[in-house]
């Protein structure tokens, strides 16, 4: 009898010395780290993680030499090490890591991504270094493996495609941006919409600067930017809509008016392409109508025109629009001629001359200005054969 429970207990004893045995010789990990053997801890995690993959506390371990050997690889190298601590990470989650192992993850995923995100915007920002913004991008892309609904470093990183020429990429970066975005900021669509305009995709453009649902007179370059839109969309109505209250709040800015002023031209021109057709039609008296539409509204656009250059009157580009504008109405005027009725025939013509004394004078303004422009000069020499003819004619 006694013999027997010694020997129970005996066995009990061995069992317990078993576990303890074993729990002593497992290697510390976190020793392993504290010296930065990762090679070892690596191995260490690894082994036993193919025993009981269930250890989140493992995966975070394992993702922090791997973070620790990303710190020492170069830019270039990083991607396959952030893509196995992000793994990790989620491994972590996966098997029910507790609330201060998700805020560890929480923190160490934050500062991973702080660091690259950071570091592309030193080396962007570094206008010494030649390829400032290739090495920007590879650290934007490694943040992004880190965190990828990162909004401000897809922006960033669209900065840094555009720089390079990579437009249809940048947009890509900035959709993607969007489409983590619960509340979208105005720049975002405002961006999107000049990548958009710089692709020649003027009706995207347009939509993207609708999105962004400013107060445009807040915000001249979200103005400028859809006004753009709708000008290469041929959509003049929708851009005088946007200019007409600018100049209005803006009296002093030429730029505004001589934007507008080639929009009204715009107006005009479709306008006179109306009273073609009222003259094909022998309709009379809307022709009529039409004529004067098209008069007040070329007024509009000539004066506004005037106003732009009187503000800046060495701006050439200011001085090319009011040629551009007599030479081009002058061309319309003239083509209506054949077309009006009998009573309209002289008025057209008086109109149209009128509108080329108008061109000449700024084509030659122009040649003081660039003597060697082969375009005003082939203008000039057109406009004075056509004054010359006229001359002639009424001689």
Known sequence: MTISNFTRLTGLLLVAGFFYSCGTSQVNIDELLANNNYQQAMEEIDSRLSED?????????????????AKDADPEQRAEFYTDISNDFESAIEYDADQAQSSTIDSLRQQYWKDEHNAGLQ????????????????????????????????????????????????????????????DPSADLYENLGYLYLEI????????????????????????????????SNGDS???IDILEPLVEEN???????????????????????DLKTAYNNNNSTLAEQIMLEAEGMGESAEEQLIEAFKRDTSNVEYLESLAVFYNNLSAQYLSLQDLASDEDKEAMRNKAFTLIDF?????????????????????????????????????
């Open 53 to 69: 993959p269930n250890q989140p506390q493992l995966y975070i371990q394992r993702a922090q030499i791997n973070a620790a050997l």
């Open 123 to 182: 080396v962007s920002d570094n206008t010494s270094i030649s390829n400032r913004y290739t090495q920007a991008q590879i650290h934007f892309r490694n943040a992004l493996i880190l965190r990828n609904d990162a909004i401000s470093t897809y922006r960033n990183l669209s900065v840094t495609q555009f720089n390079l020429g990579n437009i249809d990429d940048a947009i890509n970066s900035l959709e993607t941006a969007l489409s983590y975005a619960e």
């Open 251 to 273: 009296p002093d800015n030429a730029d505004l008016r001589n934007v507008y002023g080639t929009q009204l031209y715009e107006i005009t021109s479709q306008i006179l392409q």
């Open 200 to 231: 020649g995709n003027p009706s995207e453009a347009a939509q993207y600067y609708e999105l962004a649902n400013t107060d445009i007179s807040e915000d001249l370059n979200l103005a400028f930017g859809l006004v753009n839109a709708y000008i």
């Open 359 to 395: 061109a000449i004078d700024y084509y030659e303004r122009l040649i003081n200005i660039d003597p060697n422009n082969q375009e005003y000069t082939n203008r000039l020499d057109v406009l004075n054969q056509l004054k010359e003819r006229q001359t002639s004619s009424s001689n």
């Open 237 to 239: 109505e929708s851009a």
